[in-house]
């Protein structure tokens, strides 16, 4: 059972163009979480999404960012007009149930972003 | 949404010696996990902590967990060269605290 997997492992984007980062979740499960963490810090949670919906984006920046998780395929962070700031690790993790009842997320190995 | 802290933010050990991280938070819960990463990579699930439960174990972590302190600890036994790694606390709305650094010089 394949686990949580993420790509491109390592991106690299000059600034103002788009990055986006893909996130399939381990099999049976349906809600999916994005976090950005900078070298050395912990992990800030950006947004929470089950299937076709989004459930919580209290953490995602308000312009440039955006999140979906279609019916078919994986999980899609886009971040546009990308900035120096921007650059940083994004993990995502999955669970098979709702934030509420969920036991332990399971994490994907990262994207790491560069923006020149 | 919960905020947490952790500390110490970073601890140095050597092998064999016991780890102490805490991780306090501001509103109630219906669970606390702890997680581990290790350099670079993502975080690995260690023990979850339901609000009823005073204490937990598994293997050589034990975990507390006072909900009139609001604060919970997680212990490492004995510790490793191998448990060099960041551990990091998360709430039922799955934010995460700061973490502690942990170093355990062999």
């Known amino acids: 059972n394949a686990g949580v997997m993420q790509n491109p492992r390592h991106l690299v984007r000059r600034r103002g163009q788009e990055a986006r980062l893909r996130c399939s979740p381990m099999k049976g499960h349906s809600h999916v979480y994005w976090y950005r963490q900078l070298p050395e810090e912990g992990l800030k949670f950006m947004v929470y999404l089950q299937k076709e919906n989004i459930i919580d984006e209290s953490g995602m920046p308000k312009e440039r960012f955006s999140a979906e998780f279609p019916k078919e395929g994986p999980s899609i962070l886009r971040i546009q007009q990308v900035v120096r700031g921007d650059s940083a690790a994004y993990f995502c993790?999955?669970?098979?149930?709702?934030?509420?009842?969920?036991?332990?997320?399971?994490f994907g190995e990262g994207s790491r972003l560069t923006v020149l | 949404s919960q905020q947490g802290e952790e500390d110490p933010q970073a601890l140095s050990i050597q092998e064999g010696e016991n780890a102490t991280m805490n991780c306090s938070y501001k509103t109630s819960i219906n669970n606390l996990q702890w997680y581990r990463q290790n350099s670079g990579r993502g975080l690995v699930h260690l023990i979850l902590i339901r609000s009823n439960e005073r204490e937990k174990h598994s293997g050589r972590l034990r975990v507390t967990l006072d909900t009139s302190k609001k604060s919970s600890s997680l212990l490492i036994t004995a510790s490793r060269a191998a448990d060099t790694a960041s551990y990091f606390c998360?709430?039922?709305?799955?934010?995460f605290g700061a973490g502690t650094r942990l170093t355990v010089k062999p």
């Open positions: 993790a999955s669970s098979p149930g709702s934030r509420v009842s969920t036991g332990e997320l399971f």
């Open positions: 998360a709430f039922n709305d799955m934010r």
